[in-house]
């Protein structure tokens, strides 16, 4: 069955950085489309980044551009996402997705298989 771990969060402070990881199994890793949302205290998860099946188009929401990254390694089946200048509105639960064939969507319905969170914690 797909299993999709998520693991690297924890409490950094503002402007300081973490990376997050999720290795994928029981899937062809480099046929889905691969996709971070988060998860703040009383909010609705939200979309942060996708990368494509073939890795051609990432997309970012506006609020974490040019600090984070997305990017997945096929040999390791995992999907990574680089917070760099953290904010303590980027504190959330991070949840990787993945959608096969996907283009890189922003949109939760999209993705088929999803991981259990990673909490991140961004103190001022």
């Known amino acids: 069955q797909v299993q999709l771990v998520e693991s690297g969060g924890g409490l950094v402070q503002a402007g300081g950085s973490l990376r997050v990881s999720c290795a994928a199994s029981?899937?062809?890793?480099?046929?889905?489309?691969m996709a971070w949302f988060r998860q703040g205290p009383g909010k609705e998860r939200e979309f942060v980044a996708a990368?494509?099946?073939?890795?051609?188009?990432?997309y970012y929401a506006d609020s974490v551009k040019g600090r984070f990254t997305i990017s997945r390694d096929n040999a390791k089946n995992t999907v990574y996402l680089q917070m760099n200048s953290l904010k303590p509105e980027d504190t959330a639960a991070y949840y990787c997705a993945a959608d096969l064939w996907g283009p890189g969507s922003n949109s939760r319905e999209r993705y088929n298989y999803w991981g259990q969170g990673t909490e991140v914690t961004v103190s001022s």
């Open positions: 029981g899937l062809i890793f480099s046929r889905f489309a």
């Open positions: 990368i494509s099946w073939g890795g051609s188009n990432i």
